[in-house]
């Protein structure tokens, strides 16, 4: 038996909070009121913040800033005589996903574009 002597007040909850609560739910054989005995909060409340976050109303945390991800440079030219002439060739950027998509760039494509096509194909 719990008493409570004074004022109780409620605890504010931070986002990240609530996703790092409802990934713990979200984990092979988790249960849910296990998960919630363990944080103090009712199963009725992480039923709500996972609601919450279905509708969007949950804040998801936006990726992080610019990350270093591993470069591989390679001059597909071949060096010599036979070689073409590399003034007022096109240069190239070329990403490869991890999935294998494969994404060709030229000098011509703005920062904005890129961005925008990068963004689409990680969803």
Do not use: N
């Not at 409570?4 to 739910?25: F, P, Q």
Request: hydrophobic share 40%; glycine share 8%.
């Amino acid at each position: 038996m719990e008493i409570i002597t004074g004022v109780e007040r409620r605890r504010r909850w931070r986002d990240e909070d609530k996703l790092r609560v409802l990934a713990e739910v979200e984990q092979p054989g988790a249960r849910t009121s296990e998960v919630a005995r363990r944080h103090d909060i009712s199963r009725g409340l992480l039923w709500y913040w996972r609601r919450q976050l279905r509708q969007g109303r949950l804040a998801v945390p936006s990726a992080p800033g610019p990350v270093f991800l591993p470069v591989q440079v390679s001059d597909p030219v071949p060096s010599g005589p036979a070689a073409p002439a590399a003034t007022g060739a096109d240069p190239r950027i070329e990403i490869v996903l991890p999935d294998g998509t494969c994404v060709r760039v030229g000098a011509e494509v703005d920062t904005a574009a890129l961005r925008r096509v990068l963004t689409a194909l990680r969803r």
